[in-house]
Every structure is written in structure tokens, then in C-alpha cells.
């Protein structure tokens, strides 16, 4: 049985045409907040669909890049490697 402690890793997707196209219409009246939006439910779902209810806890969606942050077992960022849609999950670590 994996460990139930639970560490900041940072999950990035694949690429995906409507990110893509939403980040370069950016710049139009609420299109900035679409993109929010559609990220968020996007990263939500990823969550939902590999991960069981109440073991995780989402800390932000990236902009930037298409990815969020969450606070997850290392099983269950060993999951989410393989999820559709998901192209790298690293643990975040502190710079000293």
C-alpha cells in the first residue's frame, strides 16, 4: 500500500488546439477569462476522471502553460503520468 502524505506536484498537458487558440485571442474583450475558465474545468476533469473524490486538492491552473498544481500521494502522480491528455507531472521542489 502507497503512502497517504501528500506533496506539491505540478502536472503539464499535452498540446491542445482550443489552449492554443484561446491563449492567442487573449488579448479580446473576456477572452482572458475563457481561457481561465476552460483551463480550469479542463484540469478539473483530468482530476475527476483518474483520481478518487476527496484524495487530492487542486492548488491553481497555469495560464502560461497548459498545467495546474496539486497536492497529491506519490501513487497518485504515478497515475496521473499515464492519463489521457497528461504530459509530464514533476514534484515541485523547494530552490535552496
Request: hydrophobic share 35%; charged share 35%; no cysteine.
Amino acid at each position: 500500500m502507497g503512502s497517504t502524505k501528500t506533496e506539491s506536484y505540478f502536472v503539464f498537458m499535452n498540446y491542445d488546439p482550443e489552449y492554443e487558440r484561446l491563449r492567442a485571442d487573449k488579448t479580446k474583450k473576456d477572452s482572458s477569462n475563457e481561457l481561465d475558465l476552460y483551463l480550469s474545468r479542463k484540469h478539473d476533469e483530468v482530476l475527476a476522471r483518474t483520481l478518487e473524490p476527496g484524495t487530492y486538492k487542486k492548488i491553481l491552473s497555469l495560464v502560461i502553460v497548459d498545467g495546474f498544481s496539486a497536492e497529491i500521494t506519490e501513487e497518485q502522480a504515478n497515475v496521473l503520468r499515464s492519463a489521457k491528455g497528461v504530459r509530464l507531472v514533476e514534484k515541485n521542489q523547494e530552490l535552496v
